[in-house]
C-alpha cells in the first residue's frame, strides 16, 4: 500500500470567519472559499479544509470537542485504493465514492479517505548556508535573509493524535496499512511513516483520556529553519499566540514553532525533518523536555535595555 501521507485534514469550526482568517495569516492560499468556509492550500496543495461544525456536507464529528473531522489520506494510485479496500473491508464498512476514493473509520472510530494524491510535484530550493570549512552556497553579494523574502508552507507534513489507546491505534496503521514506526516516546507514543513517504513521521499518538480523543497539532513543511522563525515571527506579530517554540526536536531533527488555533488543535510550522528508509533502527525515549527538545528559544519583543536606539537617530 503506497500511502504517501496526509493530503488534506477536514474540520468542522465553531467560528469560520475567524478559521479562514488565522489559515490566511498562517500561509494557506483560499481555494474557492466563502464564509462557508472551502480549501486552504500549501505550495502543493496539499492542506486544510473548513466548515462551520452544523453543515451537513461534514463527515459526523468525533464523541468529544475535538473539531476534526476527517483524515484524507493520498496513496500513489487506484490500484492502492483498491488494495486498501480489499484489507479493510474484511471487517468494518468501506465505502467507495463516486470519485474513486474511499472512506472508512478506524479503530478508534477516526474519520479516514483515501485517494490518489492530490500533491503537486515541487521544484524550489532549500535554505542555502554558507559555514566556514564548506564551500558557500550563496554566492557572493547573495544575501541569506530579506525583509519580504517568501516563507510560505511547502506542504502538509504531519498530524498527532490523542488516542486512548495507542496499542490497538500502532496496531491499525502499522498491520492493516503499512506504516513503520521510527521512533517512540515512552510514555507517549509512537513517530509512524507511511511506505511511500521517507519523512521521519507523518503520523504520532499520544495516550489520553477518552474525553480528550482528536486532533493535537498538524505541521506543515517549511523550505528551512529560516523560513520557519520567518513566518513565525511574522504571525507573532499578526497578534497570535505562541504556544510552543522556536526550538528544535530532537526525534526527527525537525525545527519547529507551534501556535493557538481557533480549529481547537495547535498548528506547527517545522522544518529540517530527517528521512529514513527500512535500514532504520527505532529509537525510543521516556516522554519529557530532553527527549522532545535540543533546542528551545523564545521570541522577545525586547531585546535591548532602551529597545534599541530611537527611529532617525544618530551615532
Request: charged share 25%; aromatic share 10%.
Amino acid at each position: 500500500m503506497n500511502i504517501v501521507g496526509p493530503d488534506y485534514l477536514v474540520f468542522g469550526v465553531d467560528d469560520v470567519a475567524a478559521a479562514i482568517e488565522y489559515l490566511t495569516a498562517w500561509g494557506l492560499k483560499p481555494v474557492d472559499v466563502t464564509d462557508k468556509g472551502g480549501l486552504f492550500e500549501t505550495l502543493d496543495g496539499t492542506g486544510i479544509i473548513i466548515r462551520h461544525k452544523s453543515d451537513p456536507s461534514l463527515p459526523p464529528p468525533l464523541p468529544t470537542s475535538n473539531m476534526l473531522r476527517q483524515q484524507v489520506y493520498g496513496v500513489r494510485s487506484a490500484a492502492d485504493l483498491d488494495a486498501i479496500e480489499a484489507e479493510l473491508g474484511k471487517d468494518r464498512r468501506v465505502t467507495r465514492l463516486s470519485n474513486g476514493s474511499i472512506e472508512l473509520k478506524d479503530d478508534h472510530g477516526f474519520e479516514l479517505k483515501f485517494q490518489v494524491t492530490i500533491r503537486r510535484e515541487l521544484d524550489m530550493p532549500a535554505e542555502k548556508i554558507n559555514a566556514p570549512g564548506a564551500p558557500a552556497q550563496r554566492k557572493p553579494n547573495e544575501i541569506g535573509v530579506w525583509e519580504e523574502m517568501p516563507a510560505l508552507p511547502r506542504t502538509l507534513s504531519h498530524v498527532v493524535l490523542f488516542v486512548p489507546d495507542i496499542e490497538i491505534a500502532t496496531k491499525f496503521y502499522c498491520d492493516r496499512l503499512g506504516f513503520v514506526i521510527t521512533d517512540v516516546l515512552t510514555g507517549a507514543g509512537p513517530f509512524l511513516r507511511p511506505k511511500a513517504n521517507d519523512d521521519h513521521h507523518t503520523l504520532f499518538f499520544i495516550r489520553t483520556p477518552e474525553y480528550m480523543k482528536g486532533c493535537e497539532h498538524l505541521a506543515f513543511h517549511m523550505g528551512g529553519p529560516t523560513e520557519l522563525m520567518v513566518a513565525g515571527t511574522r504571525f507573532v506579530k499578526k497578534g497570535y499566540q505562541s504556544f510552543w517554540g522556536p526550538g528544535r526536536h530532537k526525534f526527527g531533527s525537525n525545527w519547529f514553532w507551534y501556535f493557538n488555533s481557533p480549529l481547537g488543535c495547535h498548528f506547527e510550522y517545522d522544518a529540517d525533518m530527517d528521512k529514513h528508509d527500512d535500514t532504520w533502527v527505532a529509537r525510543e525515549a521516556p516522554m519529557g523536555a530532553e527527549a522532545s527538545q535540543i533546542v528551545l528559544f523564545e521570541y522577545r519583543e525586547k531585546w535591548a535595555p532602551g529597545g534599541g536606539p530611537p527611529p532617525g537617530a544618530k551615532g
